[in-house]
């Protein structure tokens, strides 16, 4: 083995370890370590766990701000950077109206009424 490729398996047995950094009292940055709580639980990757410590490392020191924090962070959470909007997965629910209700019902009455006297 080459130095380099020891130097490789000692960073990938080196294990990131999540940082316990949580404020309750300040609302604000408990929201922002939950997201980056929950991007952590959801990776295996040692990579992104590390960038995932860059981002709330300086959020916790007040070195960077929650709009630029929650931008940098979208990509590693569930949903990905494909969309900023939250997707309704529903389907579009279809009315009818009072009139064409009353004039199907009374179609559907005159032909009963019709069958029976045949």
């Known amino acids: 083995m080459t130095g380099e490729q020891e ?4 960073e990938a047995k080196v294990a990131v370890s999540k940082l316990m ?5 300040d609302f604000i940055f408990h929201a922002a370590y939950l997201a980056y709580s929950q991007a952590w639980d959801k990776t295996a990757l040692q990579e992104t766990k590390t960038k995932l410590n860059e981002l709330i490392l300086p959020l916790s020191k007040k070195e ?14 569930e949903g990905g950077s494909d ?13 009818q109206g009072k009139k064409d ?8 009455g005159r032909n009963a009424r019709h069958k029976g006297s045949r």
Do not use: C, V
């Open 101 to 108: 209700w009353r004039r199907g019902e009374q179609r559907a």
């Open 21 to 25: 950094i949580d404020s309750p009292s």
């Open 64 to 77: 960077m701000d929650y709009e630029s924090f929650y931008e940098k962070i979208g990509q590693y959470m």
């Open 83 to 95: 969309s900023k909007h939250y997707a309704y997965p529903r389907d579009i629910i279809k009315t």
């Open 7 to 10: 130097r490789e398996l000692n």
